[in-house]
């Protein structure tokens, strides 16, 4: 993988991961990715940020995810940050960000 677009997030899964399979049988998965910063603020007091992720995988690895990722996991993945834009039932052109997961560590207890 190159380094040009690279991303290692640590965090835990905001939902259970959604599996969509597609006619050849390969898989696609869907889960969001809470991951949490701490910083000091202008009165000294310690503040907590949660920035969600959203993340996607395909092939062993989606089958990874739906078999050993509930809600709540806490997991370690590495990937690319891919963009896409596309028109809703409306007409608005919308934009979402996510992480092409290409590797997954489970982490934290059963």
Known sequence: M???NKVTLIGHTGKEVEVFTFENGSKKANVSLA???FYINAAGEKVEETQWHNLVAYGKTAEIMEKYVPK???IA???KITYKSYDDKDGTKRFSTEIRVEELVL???K
């Open 2 to 4: 190159s380094l040009r």
């Open 35 to 37: 991951t949490n910063d």
């Open 72 to 74: 709540g996991k806490e």
């Open 77 to 79: 993945v590495e990937g």
């Open 107 to 109: 982490l934290g207890s």
